[in-house]
Structures are given as structure tokens and as C-alpha cells.
């Protein structure tokens, strides 16, 4: 298993290790021991899987706020999105910048968005499965948004045409959000 740093030094690419041969392939997608080597230590306790049956689909931006926050390992299963993470930790250096990575069933790569990041995706081909690992349970009360095409995040989406939930189309922008998380610079001793 191989982590891959991105812009935003929390936001992490995996790589795990994959075992092909005629047959097809085998993977361990998660295993806490080897996540805990690498210094990835988090209490996932839901799994959770979504369909997008068009290319296209554009899904977030979403986070929840504390306390209820979630961190995401997320994964495609079937097809392939262009996965996108932004940080809205207010007093982070790099707040309102985002970072995009393509993750499909072919490469095998999982996204990791820590606390303090929206996450959102756009699929790029038609009957896209995406499962993801969340460390807390949804939260109604604490679920928010962020708009998909907000111009101060100018996030370069891989489509001109995209489909949305109703709840995407009416998200506010980044400025206009409710957003409680705050950053905090951790110092090493």
C-alpha cells in the first residue's frame, strides 16, 4: 500500500496493492493494522454506496459540521469520478483551495478527505458505483453544502452539462455557508 500526498498535505491518495492475474484481480481495500503503519488512523464505523447511472453526475459539495464531521475514504467500485476535496477550515493557509483526483475501477486509487473538507464528485462514465468509508454516522441537523460551481473555488469540473439533485443546485456558496471548522497547527515534538 502506497500514500500519495496531494496540494493539500492532509487530502491522500492510496494506493493498494493489487494481485493480478487471468482471473481478475484481489485487493485489500481497507485494513486497519496496515492504515495505522502509515499513520492513517480512523474509526471507520459506515460503509456507504452510491450509484450514478449517467455520465456526468455531479454529486456535493458536502461535508457535516462538528461534532458531527466525517472523514471519507472513498472508492469506485465501477466506472469513474473525478473526486474533488476543498478546504473550509477557516485560518488554513490553503482555505477555499482545492485539489482533484481521478479515481476509477481501473487504477484501484481511494481518496481520503479528513474533517474540515467538503467533498464532492463528477462521474465520468454512465453506471458509476462509489463506496466510501465515513468515522461518523449522518447527521441531518449537521449536513451541509457547498454550490458545485462556486466561481471563488473555480473548481475545473469535467463537464459542461452536469446532472444535480435539487439540493446541489440551491447550495450556497463558499462565503455564504455555515462552516465550523477551524484550523489548528499541529506541532510535532
Known sequence: MRVIDTELPEVRIIEPQVFEDNRGFFMES???????????RFDFIQDNHSLSVDKDVIRGLHYQLEPKAQTKLVRVITGAIYDVAVDIRVGSPTFGKWVGVTLSAANHRMLLVPKGFAHGFCTLTNNTHVQYKVDD?????????????????????????????????????????????SFVKEFIS
Open 30 to 40: 481497507y485494513n486497519l493494522e496496515r492504515f495505522s503503519d502509515l499513520g492513517l
Open 137 to 181: 454516522y449522518y447527521s441531518v441537523e449537521h449536513d451541509k453544502g457547498i454550490r458545485w460551481n462556486d466561481p471563488e473555488l473555480a473548481i475545473d469540473w469535467p463537464t459542461t452539462t452536469p446532472i444535480l439533485s435539487e439540493k446541489d443546485q440551491k447550495q450556497p456558496f463558499l462565503k455564504e455557508a455555515e462552516i465550523n471548522f
